[in-house]
């Protein structure tokens, strides 16, 4: 059962790169068909997300990290959660046509910081224990 939480975990892994290429595909999320597009990925990236965290869960249960690491894996994700989960609302301004009210801005500044949080996920993973 432990190698296909992992397989399922680095899969997953995988396809959350999108969230690093996120902040800079945003910029053209001004127009409503790429915004469209990005918030799909946004929305497949959340069910992602949550694959990630249960294979990640299981595997934690099944090895041995400090509570610290834990914790600090636990706060990022939620991050990452937060982020990914408010970046909804200013997409669906972008699709509706709404440049004005500062929606990509918003885009931007969510998927940023959802971005760096799987970066510092991803030192934490490959890094020491």
């Given amino acids: 059962m432990y190698q296909a939480m992992y397989i399922i975990h680095v899969l997953s892994a995988l396809a959350?790169?999108?969230?690093?290429?996120?902040?800079?595909?945003?910029?053209?999320?001004?127009?409503?068909?790429?915004?469209?597009a990005l918030s799909r990925g946004n929305r497949i990236g959340q069910y992602v997300l949550i694959l990630a965290f249960l294979s990640g869960g299981y595997m934690v249960g099944k090895a041995q990290y400090s509570v610290w690491w834990m914790v600090l894996a636990v706060v990022l994700i939620l991050v990452m959660f937060a982020m990914t989960g408010m970046a909804s609302k200013p997409f669906k301004k972008l699709i509706a046509g709404d440049t004005a009210s500062g929606a990509l801005r918003k885009v931007r500044m969510f998927t940023l910081i959802s971005g760096i949080s799987y970066v510092l996920l991803l030192g934490m993973m490959l890094g020491p224990k």
């Fill in 16 to 36: 959350l790169i999108f969230y690093i290429l996120l902040p800079f595909l945003a910029g053209g999320a001004a127009n409503p068909s790429t915004a469209r």
